[in-house]
């Protein structure tokens, strides 16, 4: 690693955790989705410095829409008030089981040895980023892809006929 | 050390660090590109600034013109001064907030609005490459792989800043405001997303250079993507909360929508991202639909050795293609009435995403059986691609109007189809005749539905 790419990539990766901290401890839960869309940005700036342009924009796009539609959801549906009057919804036990998830994760990533990642060897820059990505979606991981298709096709389906169904009289 | 040899010492080391280089080749040397790219971004940001200040001169111009008024002449010759005269008065004024406003979000509400719009353009190619002592400058800010996808990710962020100020207010408007503009928005951008697949399909790649490659070699996407083209036309206008689709801001129901609890230079931010929407979407209409900076009818622009004044012109013919889309958003502003909410909504989801997905359909199969066919990539391509487009946007036209819109308002209609309508619409008409509100809200094909009988008995 250049020093230029490793103070962009500690730049990025304080940014992201950071954010995720901020994220984690807001009250209200509009400023908590605003940071969420920080920690996206962060993660999509290692993206590029990975040289992933297309997974960075991608990031962005998915996720900054989605977290979006999470915030009329908060907005609109949970009719939250003003910060100081919301009740914490939160219970001893999900925080428990949260907290031992988070560190299992950790010990994880810890246990880890780092040489004992796979290794790839650098693409030669290519014109096109979107053909990579496309050969390989479309050949090795065919099956994955169309699964992931029906999955989210099912999601969509359940979605309209919930949203169509009468109330009981 | 005397200053002569200072300044000849500097001069060797910024020969040093700015090498010169072909003319025709991208240059090697990182410092170039670096202030290379800081010049650029100066230069993009100033005229934009600018160009914004004055298009809210434009639009009040283009609106006297259209009700035959002269519009403001005052400030400077022309009034072209009017722009520098109301950003005076706004900087003056007093910036009010609300009680029990959020501080932190109603001061960034504003500049997320703008912020997005604006970085748009760092993608856009301007013109062709300038030729430089140093090397070949690429005419867009940054030349990105991903641009278009990129153009996606940065224009879907711009209903933050409206979310945002609706929320942060703490008022009941402003909130109700900004949730229709954040439905609208985030409907209306997954048809912006579909109508532009098709671009890809038929250029192959995310980036945009490519895309005014294809353009430029194969013909403008407008006459093989027509339809892309109308649908996307559509949801700019949506997207951007102009009329026929500003409900965000509909007056008559929430005082002035999200910004209703702004004032001063903050009030004045959601007012030039207004307008800086609308150049970044005539921006992309030009790059994606029109050829970019291509000249029609010449391989001249398109071909190496560039020069200047190959920029030059590309440049301005960018300019142009961009604006006479703006003028088109100013004279749909000033000719067209609002939509109704559930219109919108039924359009948005009924028929422009429906019709998008549709149509990516065709464009796929039409390009595949074209390539089976053998037909060459070039101009006989997008001829028969045309061909296609004709066919279908009569369809549409025809399937669209069902005899409402082209047939004349006077048009006679048939007993069963007068009683349908009668029985449809729920304002008698006599009373929709005399009540100014209701013919407000009322739609064009409304309005006719209601004055149609009344011709048919004039006639009768």
């Known amino acids: ?169 | 050390m005397t200053a002569p040899v200072v300044l000849s010492a500097l001069a060797v080391d910024l020969a040093a660090w700015f090498p010169r280089h072909d003319p025709q080749q991208a240059p090697e040397s990182v410092y170039t590109f670096a202030v290379a790219s800081a010049i650029k971004m100066l230069i993009v940001f100033t005229l934009y600034m600018l160009g914004v200040a004055l298009l809210t001169l434009a639009e009040r111009k283009v609106s006297a013109w259209i009700q035959d008024r002269r519009g403001p002449n005052r400030a400077g010759p022309f009034g072209l001064l009017q722009p520098v005269a109301d950003g005076l008065k706004n900087l003056m004024k007093e910036e009010v907030r609300p009680a029990g406003a959020d501080k932190w979000l109603f001061i960034i509400a504003p500049m997320l609005a703008f912020i997005p719009a604006m970085l748009v353009w760092a993608v856009l190619p301007l013109a062709t490459p300038l030729p430089t002592p140093w090397g070949l400058i690429d005419m867009a800010v940054a030349t990105l792989p991903v641009g278009y996808l990129f153009m996606l990710a940065v224009s879907s962020l711009g209903v933050y800043g409206m979310v945002l100020a609706g929320w942060s207010s703490n008022n009941k408007y402003s909130l109700l405001g900004s949730l229709r503009s954040s439905a609208q928005m985030v409907s209306y951008e997954i048809a912006l997303g579909m109508s532009t697949i098709p671009v890809l399909l038929l250029a192959g790649n995310v980036s945009l250079d490519a895309i005014i490659a294809q353009q430029a070699h194969m013909g403008w996407n407008v006459l093989s993507l027509t339809v892309a083209w109308f649908i996307f036309l559509v949801a700019a206008f949506a997207e951007t909360n102009r009329l026929p689709f500003d409900l965000p801001e509909a007056e008559a129901e929430l005082v002035a929508g999200y910004h209703t609890e702004y004032s001063g230079m903050k009030f004045s931010m959601f007012f030039i991202a207004e307008y800086a929407n609308m150049a970044t979407m005539s921006g992309l209409m030009a790059a994606l639909y029109f050829g970019g900076w291509d000249i029609p009818f010449t391989q001249w622009d398109n071909e190496a050795p560039y020069s200047v004044l190959k920029t030059l012109a590309t440049l301005s013919m960018f300019a142009a293609k961009t604006g006479v889309f703006l003028f088109l958003f100013m004279w749909v502003r000033w000719t067209l009435p609002r939509f109704r909410y559930d219109q919108l909504m039924t359009l948005g989801w009924g028929i422009m995403l429906p019709l998008a997905l549709g149509y990516i359909l065709v464009v796929a199969t039409a390009t595949l059986a074209l390539d089976w066919l053998g037909v060459p990539r070039d101009w006989r391509f997008t001829m028969s691609l045309l061909a296609l487009n004709v066919v279908l946007t009569a369809l549409l036209l025809l399937w669209g109007d069902r005899g409402r819109l082209v047939s004349p308002a006077s048009a006679r209609l048939d007993a069963r189809e007068l009683a349908r309508r009668r029985a449809r619409s729920t304002v008698a008409p006599s009373t929709a005749m005399g009540a100014p509100s209701a013919r407000v809200l009322a739609t064009a094909s409304d309005t006719e539905a209601q004055q149609a009988p009344a011709a048919q008995e004039v006639g009768a």
């Open chain 1, 1 to 169: 690693m250049t020093p230029f790419y490793r103070f962009q990539f500690y730049l990025f990766a304080l940014m992201a955790i950071g954010a995720a901290l901020l994220f984690v401890t807001r009250r209200s839960p509009v400023s908590a989705a605003l940071w969420l869309v920080n920690v996206m940005f962060a993660l999509s700036g290692l993206y590029v410095m990975l040289d992933a342009p297309f997974v960075a924009a991608v990031q962005v796009l998915v996720y900054a829409g989605a977290i979006m539609v999470v915030f009329i959801f908060v907005v609109m549906l949970l009719n939250l008030g003003r910060p100081g009057q919301l009740p914490d919804l939160r219970e001893v036990a999900p925080r428990l089981g949260a907290g031992v998830v988070g560190i299992a994760i950790l010990a994880n990533l810890l246990a880890v040895r780092r040489d004992a990642l796979p290794t790839v060897a650098l693409e030669p820059h290519a014109d096109n980023v979107v053909t990579p990505v496309a050969e390989l979606l479309f050949s090795d991981y065919l099956l994955a892809f169309e699964l992931t298709s029906i999955v989210l096709l099912v999601a969509v389906v359940g979605a309209v006929v919930l949203a169509k169904r009468k109330a009981a009289p």
